[in-house]
């Protein structure tokens, strides 16, 4: 027994409790984003690269900030309804207000590689803007948009003090 009466295993077992919740967050929300990724280059090169020339082949910032807002919407839905069902709803227009704060941030994160490759070192090809805007913004991105969605958007739930002194979530059996 530890100082605060919590045995060493009920220690491990919290954490691997936490481990398995974690993963499970970080899988879905990588599904997710696969899906809103297929949806924002599909949604991107159509626009800049499909047709002779592309609708918004001069304009691939703008390009890029459509196909980021449609696949962002899809993600919005996906993941509050499955990445994170479980967590805290703080109301439905701060959470949707904090979200497509967030992924402002993110799409100027994303589009910075792109424009750089476009403006700075002149690439305009279709593997120049796919590997500056798809990759390596993109990338970036995503690890701004998972840990602040974590964070600021879908919340952990509340704990709930249980008998025999440990705790459980909300909504979760001391078995889960």
Do not use: C
Not at 29 to 34: D, L, M, N, R, Y
Request: glycine fraction near 10%; charged fraction near 20%; proline fraction near 3%.
């Amino acid at each position: 027994m530890t100082t605060s009466g919590v045995g060493v295993s009920d220690q491990v077992r919290a954490l691997v409790q936490r481990l398995r919740r974690g993963a499970g967050e970080l899988s879905r929300f990588g599904a997710v984003g696969i899906g809103a990724f297929v949806i924002d280059v599909g949604l991107f090169n159509l626009l800049v690269h499909v047709g002779d020339p592309g609708p918004l082949a001069d304009k691939p910032l703008t390009a890029k900030t459509i196909a980021t807002v449609v696949a962002t919407i899809f993600a919005y839905q996906v993941n509050r309804e499955w990445t994170w069902k479980d967590r805290g709803r703080r109301g439905f227009w701060r959470e949707y207000s904090l979200y497509f704060l967030l992924n402002a941030i993110g799409l100027v994160i994303t589009l910075l590689p792109l424009a750089v490759s476009r403006y700075v070192l002149d690439l305009d090809s279709a593997i120049a803007d796919n590997i500056s805007a798809n990759v390596i913004g993109v990338g970036f991105g995503t690890l701004f948009r998972f840990s602040s969605y974590r964070r600021w958007v879908f919340p952990a739930v509340e704990e709930e003090p249980k008998v025999g002194g440990s705790t459980t979530h909300q909504g979760e059996s001391a078995t889960d």
